[in-house]
C-alpha cells in the first residue's frame, strides 16, 4: 500500500466519528427533504390522483396555469398579503424593540409577553379566536358599538377578511422584535453620544444611526417574514372553512394548492403549484440579495453602503 493510500485511509477512519454524527441529518435530507422534492418535481409533469398509477404529461400542468383563474386569484391574493403584512409587522416589530431597548424594568417579561404570539399565531386556535373576534357578533364590533359604529362582519365581508389576516400576521411580531432587540443592544452607546454631541436630535439618530447600522438585521428579517407570509396556510384555512372565502378573498396560494391536492386529488397540478411557489419565493429571495447593496450596511463587503 502506497503513502498516499495510508494517509487517505488514516484520514477516512479520523472521519468516522463525524460521519457518525452527521448520518441522521444526512438520512433525514435525503429521505425526508431531497426525495420527496424530487418525487413532487417528476409528479408535476404527470396526471396523478393518488390512487392509480402517475401518466406523463410532460408540460400539461404548468400549461394549465395559464388559463387557471383561481390560480390567478391565489396568487394576487397572497402578493398583497405578503406586500401588506411584512411591512406592518416589521415596522411594528421595529418600535416595540426601540422602545423596549430604553432600559425598561422586566425587560424579559416584556420580551416574552411580546413573543408568545410568534407562538400561537399559527395555531388552529388562535385562528378560531380570530374568527370569532373579527365576526359579525364579534369583540372587535361589540367595542365599536360603544362609540355608535356598527361594524361590518369582517371576516365575512370580501372587502375586509383579508385584512382580518393581515392584522393577524402583524400581531405576531414577536419573533422579529427579538431579532431586532438583539441587534439595537449591538450598537455602541457612544456613537448616539457622539451624535447627541454634535445636535442630532431623536429622529435623526434613529434615521442616521439606528437604522444604517440595523440594516442587516432588517435585511435578514425582511427575508424570513417574507418566505414565511408567502407560505401562510393556517389562518386563512380556519377563517373561511377551507374555501377561500368569501369570494375567494382569502383564497391564500398555499390554501389553493391544499384544495387541489386533498379536495380534488390532482397531485400532479398540486405538485406543480408547489413549484411555482419555490421558483417565485426563490426569484424574490434573490432580488432581495441583488439589491441589498444599495441600501444594507455593511463594512468588510466591495459595494455594500458605507
Known sequence: MTAGAVMTAARLRASLPAYAFLAP??????????????????????????????????????????????FHTSLRVTVVYVALSVPLELAFALLVAVVLNRG???????????????????????????????????????????????????VSSPEYSLLTLVVLRVWQFGAPMVIFLAGLRQIPDDVYEAARIDGAGAVARFVRITLP??????????????????????????????????SDS????????????????????????????????????GLNFLFRRYWVFTEDEPGGVR
Open 250 to 285: 382569502t383564497l391564500f396560494y398555499t390554501l389553493y394548492l391544499y384544495q387541489r391536492a386533498f379536495g380534488s386529488f390532482e397531485m400532479g397540478y398540486a405538485a406543480a403549484l408547489a413549484w411555482v411557489l419555490l421558483l417565485v419565493i426563490g426569484v424574490l429571495t
Open 25 to 70: 441529518w444526512i438520512v433525514g435530507m435525503l429521505g425526508i427533504t431531497l426525495g420527496p422534492m424530487l418525487l413532487s418535481l417528476y409528479y408535476s409533469f404527470t396526471d396523478y390522483a393518488l390512487l392509480g398509477d402517475p401518466r406523463w404529461t410532460g408540460w400539461d400542468n404548468y400549461a394549465r396555469l395559464l388559463t387557471d383563474e383561481r
Open 104 to 154: 425598561l424594568r422586566g425587560l424579559a417579561a416584556y420580551r416574552a409577553i411580546y413573543y408568545l404570539p410568534s407562538l400561537l399565531g399559527g395555531s388552529v386556535a388562535v385562528a378560531i379566536l380570530w374568527r370569532q373576534i373579527f365576526g359579525r357578533d364579534g369583540l372587535v364590533n361589540d367595542v365599536l358599538a360603544l362609540v355608535g359604529v356598527d361594524g361590518p362582519g369582517w
Open 213 to 246: 447600522l440595523l440594516s442587516p438585521i432588517i435585511f435578514f428579517n425582511l427575508v424570513l417574514q417574507t418566505i414565511g407570509a408567502f407560505q401562510a396556510f393556517t389562518p386563512a384555512f380556519i377563517v373561511s372553512g377551507g374555501t377561500g372565502g368569501p
